[in-house]
T-cell receptor
């Protein structure tokens, strides 16, 4: 089974602090993603990475940066936390390129971690 | 602009009856769709998928229907059980892109009443 592990389930930080959220996957997936989930807004993509040292902005990258030094690890960094970054953060991973999954086995799915609930005071 | 929409924020259904969750998309390039289920304080878990070569896929109590011309998909749960109470997200992607990026809807909170 693919496992995506997020290092912290719950964090409380103060405005202006630097925050690191770590994510590790153990299935040699090429792609890794950071989403945030907010009520009424669903899951919004912050950044993703399709290879080591590669990163792409998602829909809401402002105020965030990422690091992918090793294939299995993808870190989300809040350089200076603000109250509007209070949210549930979800890391996910998947295989590199989508395959034409004719038997619908779910080969292209994203596998998510348990989430990190961040509160910024 | 939201490319994947779930217009019903919530749905309540009696145990044993059918739950129907709907999802609409705007991008005609989308050809692969997923449904996820999410309990509070947990990550989403994959439920079922469908690609554009099919119009229906079943897995036990879960069936997903795809209407490409209407850009609409739906998830049917029969019979509904109290353990199905969760938030359901649909997601869409297009083959051929780098990075396998999925776009998610805003979610529908399903409550199954015992």
């Amino acid at each position: 089974d693919v496992k995506v592990t997020q290092s912290s389930r719950y964090l409380v930080k103060r405005t202006g602090e630097k925050v690191f959220l770590e994510c590790v996957q153990d299935m040699d997936h090429e792609n890794m993603f950071w989403y945030r989930q907010d009520p009424g807004l669903g899951l919004r993509l912050i950044y993703f990475s399709y290879d080591v040292k590669m990163k792409e902005k998602g829909d809401i990258p402002e105020g965030y940066s990422v690091s992918r030094e090793k294939k299995e690890r993808f870190s989300l960094i809040l350089e200076s936390a603000s109250t509007n970054q209070t949210s549930m953060y979800l890391c996910a991973s998947s295989f590199g390129r989508m395959i034409f999954d004719t038997d619908l086995s779910g080969a292209n799915v994203l596998t998510f971690g348990a989430g990190s609930r961040l509160t910024v005071l | 602009d939201q490319q994947v929409k779930q217009n019903s924020p919530s749905l309540s259904v009696q145990e044993g009856r059918i739950s129907i969750l709907n999802c609409d998309y705007t991008n005609s390039m989308f050809d692969y769709f997923l449904w996820y289920k999410k309990y509070p304080a947990e990550g989403p878990t994959f439920l079922i998928s469908i690609s554009s070569i099919k119009d229906k896929n079943e897995d036990g109590r879960f069936t997903v229907f795809l209407n490409k011309s209407a850009k609409h998909l739906s998830l049917h749960i029969v019979p509904s059980q109290p353990g199905d109470s969760a938030v359901y997200f649909c997601a869409a992607s297009a083959f051929g892109g780098t990075g396998n990026q999925f776009y998610f809807g805003t979610g529908t909170s399903l409550t199954v009443i015992p």
